[in-house]
Antibody
Framework: EVQLVESGGGLVQPGGSLRLSCVASGFTFSHYWMTWVRQAPGKGLEWVANIKQDESQKFYMDSVKGRFTISRDNAKQSLYLQMNSLRADDTAVYYC??????????????????WGQGALVTVSS | AIQMTQSPSSLSASVGDRVTITCRASEGIRNELGWYQQKPGRAPKVLIYAASSLQSGVPSRFSGSGSGTDFTLTISSLQPEDFATYYCLQDYNYPRTFGQGTRVEIK
């Protein structure tokens, strides 16, 4: 059974740092791109960042570039999100998700089938 | 970044109704779009990928269509378990972007 379990959330002051972890089980972690998605309280979903299997490619949403760093440890089946210079508008539940790649009618498409339960990050003084 | 605009933001419907949600991209994204359902306190669930391909295990009352900038999610006969919030997501380029969501409520 595929499982993704996030940890590391909590309360942090503005300007502070936090590191989220996502431990994967039930599949070969090193075979998949992985993604972080967040959701502020009562708000919609925001794609945050993703990372290729060998860490050779990483992509970020504009508002976290230079502040957040996505990384992974394939030996530990783990995904990370290092969050620095945190702001109040970073307050959200952070989900990790496994990227599925589908080949359909001659093209490749992505979808997020497996998600973690989410980790709440609260940035407040 | 590509902006994804959903409409309506919310709707009220009855069990058995046909429901249509639209998503418009700020530039052409071919058919690289997915639809997700989210219930309160739960992680999202993928319904559709490649604009019209039904994810395995998703009921056939859900369907998607569109290409370029305009997309539609249709629920042919709304069921009690379908009351939720729905999001589109473009996977055409980076950064990936979600629509703002459409909340489907019970009338």
């Amino acid at each position: 059974e595929v499982q993704l379990v996030e940890s590391g959330g909590g309360l942090v002051q503005p300007g502070g740092s936090l590191r989220l972890s996502c431990v994967a089980s039930g599949f070969t972690f090193s075979h998949y791109w992985m993604t972080w998605v967040r959701q502020a309280p009562g708000k919609g979903l925001e794609w945050v960042a993703n990372i290729k299997q060998d860490e050779s490619q990483k992509f970020y949403m504009d508002s976290v570039k230079g502040r957040f760093t996505i990384s992974r440890d394939n030996a530990k089946q783990s995904l990370y999100l290092q969050m620095n210079s945190l702001r109040a508008d970073d307050t959200a539940v952070y989900y990790c998700a496994r990227d599925e790649t589908y080949y359909h009618s001659g093209a490749y498409y992505d979808a997020f089938v497996y998600w973690g339960q989410g980790a709440l990050v609260t940035v407040s003084s | 970044a590509i902006q994804m605009t959903q409409s309506p933001s919310s709707l009220s419907a009855s069990v058995g109704d046909r429901v249509t949600i639209t998503c418009r991209a700020s530039e052409g994204i071919r058919n690289e779009l997915g639809w997700y359902q989210q219930k309160p306190g739960r992680a999202p669930k993928v319904l559709i990928y490649a604009a019209s391909s039904l994810q395995s295990g998703v009921p056939s009352r859900f369907s998607g269509s569109g290409s370029g900038t305009d997309f539609t999610l249709t629920i042919s006969s709304l069921q009690p378990e379908d009351f939720a919030t729905y999001y589109c997501l473009q996977d055409y380029n980076y950064p990936r972007t979600f629509g703002q969501g459409t909340r489907v409520e019970i009338k």
